[in-house]
């Protein structure tokens, strides 16, 4: 897409009922629409109404808040923008996905499976996850060092676009007459090892709409930013005030 001059993108973030904590307590307000696929709907479709580029959901593998205050549990983010894929055309679906809690054939696949549903609309947010709750939520008693766990996503998004090009674009050949299918010679199997991962392929989807997700990166610290610098197409920056 060419970019003029002064052109603004638009994403909607979406946090459950609200990004104030007290937002699920206003008289209008479902104070279980955290959970509600419906409000998400609705949610998404005033986003693609108002022209807005994409919608985005934030994510952890933890159990984020204290539930006396509010609403704490969150739904799988790429499984709801599936469904958000379904009831909508245009506007593009960010997910924020772990490095430090998932593996890239499983993530890939996931993200690749979005852009197919959404006919190309994915966005993949790379986090590494910070805290020491989500740790512990898969068997490590401590949060990786921050070096490390940013070696990991740099290595880990290598490894995803790997398997998102491990499919030539024509490697469906769908003929009946002849009755061949796909032609084994246009795929190409990352078999992968490196420091944290060995990973043989090649991924178990065609190519896919957008050949691999919108990746998106909002880290701050020196890590982060190369990490950005290195793999992303958009970065998110909170603005200092």
């Known amino acids: 897409m060419s970019r003029r001059p002064g ?12 990004h104030h904590e007290a937002s699920w ?25 108002g022209k807005l580029d994409s919608l985005f959901l934030a994510d952890s593998p933890v159990l984020w808040n204290d539930l006396g205050r509010r609403p704490a549990e969150t739904l799988e983010p790429t499984v709801l923008l599936t469904v958000l894929a379904a009831v909508t055309e245009r506007i593009g679906l960010i997910a924020t ?8 054939y499983n993530l890939a696949r996931r993200f690749a499976s979005l852009d197919h549903v959404s006919s190309g609309r994915a966005g993949w947010n790379v986090v590494t996850t910070a805290g020491v709750d989500a740790a512990r939520n898969f068997n490590l008693d401590e949060l990786p060092a921050h070096a490390e766990r940013y070696a990991r996503a740099a290595e880990f998004v290598e490894v995803s676009r790997k398997l998102w090009d491990s499919w ?25 090892v490196g420091r944290y991962f060995k990973v043989a392929g ?40």
């Open 202 to 241: 090649p991924l178990n989807l065609p190519r896919s709409p957008q050949g691999h997700p919108l990746l998106v990166q909002a880290g701050s610290s020196e890590d982060g930013k190369h990490l950005a610098a290195r793999f992303a197409e958009a970065v998110l920056r909170r603005n200092k005030r």
């Open 168 to 192: 030539d674009d024509d490697a469906i050949l769908a003929d009946k007459d002849g009755g061949v299918w796909g032609d084994n010679d246009k795929l190409y199997p990352p078999r992968h």
């Open 7 to 18: 052109q603004l993108h638009l994403n909607a973030f979406l946090l459950s009922v609200g």
């Open 97 to 104: 996905a772990s490095t430090t809690y998932n593996e890239p």
């Open 25 to 49: 307590r206003l008289p209008e307000s479902d104070p279980l629409a955290n959970t509600s696929v419906e409000h998400f709907k609705r949610l998404a479709r005033t986003a693609e109404r």
